[in-house]
Protein backbone atom coordinates (compact mmCIF):
# COMPACT_ATOMS: atom_id res chain seq x y z
CA UNK A 1 0.00 0.00 0.00
CA UNK A 2 1.38 3.46 -1.48
CA UNK A 3 0.73 5.84 1.56
CA UNK A 4 1.64 9.46 0.97
CA UNK A 5 1.32 12.12 3.46
CA UNK A 6 1.12 16.50 2.61
CA UNK A 7 1.84 19.29 4.03
CA UNK A 8 -0.36 20.69 2.39
CA UNK A 9 -3.92 20.37 1.05
CA UNK A 10 -2.95 21.98 -2.31
CA UNK A 11 -0.28 19.69 -2.95
CA UNK A 12 -2.42 16.34 -2.19
CA UNK A 13 -5.10 18.06 -4.25
CA UNK A 14 -2.98 18.60 -7.04
CA UNK A 15 -1.46 14.59 -6.98
CA UNK A 16 -5.09 13.06 -6.47
CA UNK A 17 -6.01 15.04 -9.43
CA UNK A 18 -2.49 14.28 -11.37
CA UNK A 19 -3.19 10.39 -10.39
CA UNK A 20 -6.86 11.30 -12.22
CA UNK A 21 -5.53 13.24 -14.80
CA UNK A 22 -2.96 10.57 -15.63
CA UNK A 23 -5.60 7.77 -15.95
CA UNK A 24 -7.63 9.86 -18.35
CA UNK A 25 -4.45 11.08 -21.00
CA UNK A 26 -3.78 7.45 -21.24
CA UNK A 27 -7.09 5.82 -21.29
CA UNK A 28 -9.48 8.47 -22.34
CA UNK A 29 -12.95 6.36 -22.23
CA UNK A 30 -11.50 5.74 -18.19
CA UNK A 31 -14.39 4.54 -15.87
CA UNK A 32 -13.99 6.30 -12.55
CA UNK A 33 -15.79 5.62 -9.18
CA UNK A 34 -16.12 9.01 -7.39
CA UNK A 35 -16.98 9.94 -4.20
CA UNK A 36 -19.00 12.98 -2.23
CA UNK A 37 -18.51 14.54 0.95
CA UNK A 38 -15.95 17.49 1.93
CA UNK A 39 -12.65 15.41 1.39
CA UNK A 40 -12.85 15.30 -2.85
CA UNK A 41 -14.06 19.00 -2.96
CA UNK A 42 -10.65 20.03 -3.71
CA UNK A 43 -9.52 17.60 -5.78
CA UNK A 44 -12.30 18.46 -7.91
CA UNK A 45 -11.52 21.85 -8.14
CA UNK A 46 -8.27 20.94 -9.28
CA UNK A 47 -9.54 18.17 -11.85
CA UNK A 48 -11.89 21.60 -12.77
CA UNK A 49 -8.70 23.98 -13.08
CA UNK A 50 -7.29 21.15 -15.12
CA UNK A 51 -9.95 20.67 -17.99
CA UNK A 52 -10.22 24.60 -18.54
CA UNK A 53 -6.52 24.47 -19.36
CA UNK A 54 -6.89 21.40 -21.52
CA UNK A 55 -5.06 18.89 -19.68
CA UNK A 56 -7.40 16.61 -19.25
CA UNK A 57 -10.90 15.46 -21.30
CA UNK A 58 -14.25 14.21 -19.81
CA UNK A 59 -15.97 13.87 -23.01
CA UNK A 60 -15.67 10.02 -23.39
CA UNK A 61 -15.01 9.37 -19.75
CA UNK A 62 -18.29 7.39 -17.56
CA UNK A 63 -18.13 8.07 -13.94
CA UNK A 64 -20.20 5.85 -10.92
CA UNK A 65 -20.69 7.37 -7.99
CA UNK A 66 -20.69 5.35 -4.72
CA UNK A 67 -23.88 5.85 -2.41
CA UNK A 68 -26.96 8.00 -2.43
CA UNK A 69 -29.12 9.18 0.27
CA UNK A 70 -32.44 7.59 0.16
CA UNK A 71 -35.66 9.50 0.41
CA UNK A 72 -34.18 13.44 -0.53
CA UNK A 73 -36.59 14.97 -3.10
CA UNK A 74 -34.01 15.25 -6.50
CA UNK A 75 -33.87 18.80 -6.66
CA UNK A 76 -32.57 19.11 -2.99
CA UNK A 77 -28.71 20.71 -2.96
CA UNK A 78 -27.89 17.70 -0.66
CA UNK A 79 -28.69 14.92 -2.51
CA UNK A 80 -25.04 13.47 -4.08
CA UNK A 81 -26.49 13.93 -7.56
CA UNK A 82 -26.96 17.79 -6.61
CA UNK A 83 -23.36 17.64 -5.25
CA UNK A 84 -21.78 16.20 -7.76
CA UNK A 85 -23.31 18.48 -10.83
CA UNK A 86 -22.60 21.23 -8.95
CA UNK A 87 -19.17 20.73 -7.24
CA UNK A 88 -17.77 18.88 -10.73
CA UNK A 89 -20.06 17.90 -13.20
CA UNK A 90 -21.47 21.15 -14.62
CA UNK A 91 -17.86 22.49 -14.47
CA UNK A 92 -16.17 20.03 -16.92
CA UNK A 93 -17.09 18.66 -20.72
CA UNK A 94 -18.22 15.05 -19.15
CA UNK A 95 -21.29 13.78 -20.90
CA UNK A 96 -24.17 13.70 -17.42
CA UNK A 97 -25.61 10.51 -19.32
CA UNK A 98 -22.32 8.92 -18.95
CA UNK A 99 -22.36 10.04 -15.36
CA UNK A 100 -23.87 7.31 -12.79
CA UNK A 101 -25.65 7.97 -9.14
CA UNK A 102 -27.64 5.62 -7.92
CA UNK A 103 -31.07 6.33 -7.50
CA UNK A 104 -32.25 6.80 -3.96
CA UNK A 105 -35.53 7.58 -4.98
CA UNK A 106 -36.41 4.30 -7.14
CA UNK A 107 -39.98 2.79 -5.92
CA UNK A 108 -37.84 -0.49 -5.71
CA UNK A 109 -34.79 -0.04 -3.96
CA UNK A 110 -33.62 -3.46 -4.68
CA UNK A 111 -34.29 -3.43 -8.15
CA UNK A 112 -32.07 -0.62 -8.41
CA UNK A 113 -29.25 -1.75 -6.47
CA UNK A 114 -29.60 -4.96 -9.00
CA UNK A 115 -29.64 -2.58 -11.88
CA UNK A 116 -26.39 -0.46 -10.24
CA UNK A 117 -24.39 -3.68 -10.08
CA UNK A 118 -25.59 -4.47 -13.33
CA UNK A 119 -23.99 -1.24 -14.98
CA UNK A 120 -21.10 -1.74 -12.49
CA UNK A 121 -20.30 -5.63 -13.46
CA UNK A 122 -20.07 -4.13 -17.10
CA UNK A 123 -18.02 -1.31 -17.13
CA UNK A 124 -15.67 -2.11 -14.37
CA UNK A 125 -14.19 1.03 -12.67
CA UNK A 126 -10.72 1.92 -13.11
CA UNK A 127 -10.05 4.24 -10.10
CA UNK A 128 -12.16 4.66 -7.22
CA UNK A 129 -11.67 7.44 -5.04
CA UNK A 130 -12.47 6.96 -1.63
CA UNK A 131 -13.43 9.14 1.57
CA UNK A 132 -13.29 7.85 5.08
CA UNK A 133 -15.91 8.41 7.43
CA UNK A 134 -15.34 8.63 11.21
CA UNK A 135 -16.21 5.16 12.14
CA UNK A 136 -14.43 3.34 9.21
CA UNK A 137 -17.31 3.56 6.76
CA UNK A 138 -16.37 3.62 2.99
CA UNK A 139 -19.37 4.61 0.90
CA UNK A 140 -21.82 4.41 3.36
CA UNK A 141 -20.40 0.53 4.32
CA UNK A 142 -21.16 0.98 7.99
CA UNK A 143 -19.69 -0.84 10.49
CA UNK A 144 -21.23 -4.21 11.28
CA UNK A 145 -21.08 -7.90 11.79
CA UNK A 146 -21.46 -8.73 7.87
CA UNK A 147 -20.72 -6.57 4.73
CA UNK A 148 -22.36 -6.75 1.67
CA UNK A 149 -20.66 -7.20 -1.53
CA UNK A 150 -23.47 -5.35 -3.59
CA UNK A 151 -25.47 -2.51 -4.09
CA UNK A 152 -27.91 -2.47 -1.24
CA UNK A 153 -29.82 -0.28 1.39
CA UNK A 154 -28.40 1.09 4.47
CA UNK A 155 -29.84 2.40 7.78
CA UNK A 156 -27.45 4.84 8.57
CA UNK A 157 -25.53 5.08 12.01
CA UNK A 158 -26.76 7.64 13.82
CA UNK A 159 -22.67 8.83 14.23
CA UNK A 160 -22.95 9.24 10.88
CA UNK A 161 -26.09 11.14 10.71
CA UNK A 162 -24.75 13.66 12.59
CA UNK A 163 -21.34 13.72 11.21
CA UNK A 164 -23.63 15.01 7.69
CA UNK A 165 -25.77 17.01 9.36
CA UNK A 166 -23.58 19.81 9.12
CA UNK A 167 -24.98 20.04 5.30
CA UNK A 168 -28.30 20.10 6.60
CA UNK A 169 -30.20 22.58 8.57
CA UNK A 170 -30.85 20.09 11.69
CA UNK A 171 -30.15 16.91 12.02
CA UNK A 172 -34.18 16.03 11.60
CA UNK A 173 -33.76 16.74 7.69
CA UNK A 174 -30.61 13.77 7.73
CA UNK A 175 -32.30 10.88 5.82
CA UNK A 176 -32.14 7.81 7.94
CA UNK A 177 -31.45 5.98 4.52
CA UNK A 178 -29.08 5.29 2.00
CA UNK A 179 -27.95 3.41 -1.55
CA UNK A 180 -24.93 2.49 -1.66
CA UNK A 181 -22.09 0.38 -3.60
CA UNK A 182 -20.65 -2.45 -1.34
CA UNK A 183 -17.29 -3.44 -0.50
CA UNK A 184 -17.01 -5.83 -3.14
CA UNK A 185 -17.80 -3.85 -5.89
CA UNK A 186 -15.83 -1.36 -4.27
CA UNK A 187 -12.70 -4.05 -3.92
CA UNK A 188 -13.12 -4.52 -7.72
CA UNK A 189 -11.89 -1.37 -8.60
CA UNK A 190 -8.33 -1.71 -10.79
CA UNK A 191 -6.87 0.96 -8.15
CA UNK A 192 -8.52 2.36 -5.17
CA UNK A 193 -7.20 5.89 -3.88
CA UNK A 194 -8.34 6.59 -0.50
CA UNK A 195 -8.43 10.51 0.55
CA UNK A 196 -8.36 11.52 4.41
CA UNK A 197 -8.13 14.48 5.79
CA UNK A 198 -7.91 16.13 9.22
CA UNK A 199 -6.58 15.03 13.15
CA UNK A 200 -10.29 14.00 13.64
CA UNK A 201 -9.57 10.85 11.56
CA UNK A 202 -5.99 9.92 12.67
CA UNK A 203 -6.63 6.99 14.38
CA UNK A 204 -9.92 5.58 12.44
CA UNK A 205 -7.24 5.46 9.26
CA UNK A 206 -4.55 4.63 11.56
CA UNK A 207 -6.61 1.44 12.48
CA UNK A 208 -8.36 0.69 8.71
CA UNK A 209 -4.97 0.21 7.25
CA UNK A 210 -2.57 -1.15 10.03
CA UNK A 211 -4.97 -2.67 11.92
CA UNK A 212 -6.57 -6.13 12.11
CA UNK A 213 -9.00 -6.78 9.09
CA UNK A 214 -12.34 -6.45 10.15
CA UNK A 215 -15.95 -5.60 9.20
CA UNK A 216 -16.27 -3.54 12.02
CA UNK A 217 -13.46 -1.18 10.34
CA UNK A 218 -14.76 -1.46 6.66
CA UNK A 219 -12.02 0.63 5.42
CA UNK A 220 -9.82 -2.14 6.52
CA UNK A 221 -11.06 -4.62 3.96
CA UNK A 222 -8.90 -2.03 1.36
CA UNK A 223 -5.99 -4.11 3.17
CA UNK A 224 -6.82 -6.79 1.14
CA UNK A 225 -6.70 -4.92 -2.48
CA UNK A 226 -3.64 -5.17 -4.36
CA UNK A 227 -3.44 -1.72 -5.60
CA UNK A 228 -4.31 1.12 -3.49
CA UNK A 229 -2.70 4.76 -3.09
CA UNK A 230 -3.41 6.79 0.16
CA UNK A 231 -3.20 10.77 0.14
CA UNK A 232 -3.08 11.91 3.99
CA UNK A 233 -2.53 15.28 4.73
CA UNK A 234 -0.12 15.40 7.95
CA UNK A 235 -2.86 15.77 10.44
CA UNK A 236 -4.53 12.65 9.33
CA UNK A 237 -1.22 10.87 9.26
CA UNK A 238 0.27 11.92 12.93
CA UNK A 239 -0.04 8.23 14.17
CA UNK A 240 2.13 6.92 10.74
CA UNK A 241 5.50 9.61 12.19
CA UNK A 242 5.01 8.47 15.43
N1 LIG B 1 -21.02 8.60 2.16
C1 LIG B 1 -20.04 9.60 2.41
C2 LIG B 1 -18.67 8.99 2.34
O1 LIG B 1 -18.42 8.56 1.01
C3 LIG B 1 -17.63 9.98 2.80
O2 LIG B 1 -16.34 9.46 2.65
C4 LIG B 1 -17.88 10.35 4.24
C5 LIG B 1 -16.86 11.31 4.83
O3 LIG B 1 -17.20 12.61 4.54
P1 LIG B 1 -16.25 13.86 4.72
O4 LIG B 1 -15.28 13.79 3.60
O5 LIG B 1 -17.14 15.06 4.60
O6 LIG B 1 -15.61 13.72 6.06
O7 LIG B 1 -19.17 10.96 4.32
C6 LIG B 1 -20.27 10.32 3.74
O8 LIG B 1 -20.83 9.54 4.72
Known amino acids: ?33 LATGSTPIGIYQELIRLNEKGYVDFKDVT ?52 FYDEQLAKASIDLQLLGLGHNGHIGFNEPDAELHAGT ?33 SILKAKMVMLVVRGAEKADIVHRALTGPITTEVPASLLQTHPNVVVLLDKEAAKHFHA
Do not use: W
Open 152 to 184: HVVNLKEETRQANARFFNSIDEVPTQAITMGVG
Open 1 to 33: MNIMTFNTNEELNQIAAGIFASLIQTKPTAVLG
Open 63 to 114: SYNLDEYCGLPADHPETYRSFMNAQLFNHVNIDKAKTHVPNGNAADLDAESK
